[in-house]
């Protein structure tokens, strides 16, 4: 089954905006990850946060995660045309042997930068 | 240093046939994964080697997918016979193997339509 959950599930800004995405998950976490994937490139590993940070920066990204409301949110500063795609956010926990390393992915949101 | 590769890209079947996917991770990563991405959803882990060797299965459809991982190299994900609800992007993943952080780098995928 699905951990996480996205929201929203569609979103439409022009080029310079700021676009910010949500993510809910259920269960207790080692870390969330968040992805990014478009037709052409696939999936791409885009950050990573454990479960003991609270916020990350990376390039014009940046994520933030609360354990306590067990949910996490992307920013994506003064967005472009090329960030259009899908984002997912992926949770993995440590459970310890045979599960170490899976990731839990939610549903994604569509983001779509206008020129 | 290369990539995941898949193949194939693309693949169109009838129900009820048969189909194989391929995957040759990146060198030197022990861990090996394989997603199911049904459109407007994320992806969905099927299965998960390390080395030559599954530790987790628990969401693999056995009675008609089966996965081998020759060697501790290559993957080969097979479906017998297939189903309408098979119609899906096939992700392989890979990841080294060292901690629970590390980032697993995903394939293009391979789109299957069955008919």
């Known amino acids: 089954s699905q951990q996480g959950e996205e929201d929203p599930q569609a979103l439409s800004i022009q080029e310079g905006e700021n676009a910010t995405m949500n993510c809910s998950y259920k269960t207790s976490i080692n870390n969330l990850q968040w992805y990014r994937q478009n037709s052409g490139r696939g999936l791409v590993h885009l950050i990573l946060?454990?479960?003991?940070?609270r916020e990350k920066h990376s390039g014009r990204l940046r994520v933030t995660l609360d354990t306590s409301k067990k949910s996490s949110s992307l920013l994506i500063t003064a967005s472009r045309a090329a960030d259009t795609a899908s984002y997912f956010c992926a949770t993995q926990r440590n459970s310890g042997g045979t599960s170490y390393g899976k990731l839990t992915f939610g549903q994604g949101t569509i983001l779509t930068v206008h020129p | 240093e290369a990539g995941v590769a898949q193949s194939p890209r693309y693949k169109i079947i009838e129900k009820r046939q048969s189909v194989a996917f391929w995957c040759n991770p990146i060198?030197?990563?022990?861990?090996l994964y394989w997603y199911q991405q049904i459109l407007g959803q994320g992806p969905k882990l099927l299965i998960q080697f390390q080395n030559n060797g599954v530790v987790d299965d628990s969401q693999l459809p056995k009675d008609r997918f089966s996965a081998e991982r020759l060697k501790g190299v290559d993957s080969t994900l097979k479906i017998q016979p297939a189903k309408l609800e098979d119609s899906a992007v096939y992700l392989c993943a890979s990841r080294r193997w060292g901690g629970a952080s590390d980032t697993q780098y995903f394939g293009p995928g391979t789109r299957l339509t069955v008919l």
């Open positions: 060198s030197g990563h022990a861990t």
């Open positions: 946060i454990r479960s003991n940070e």
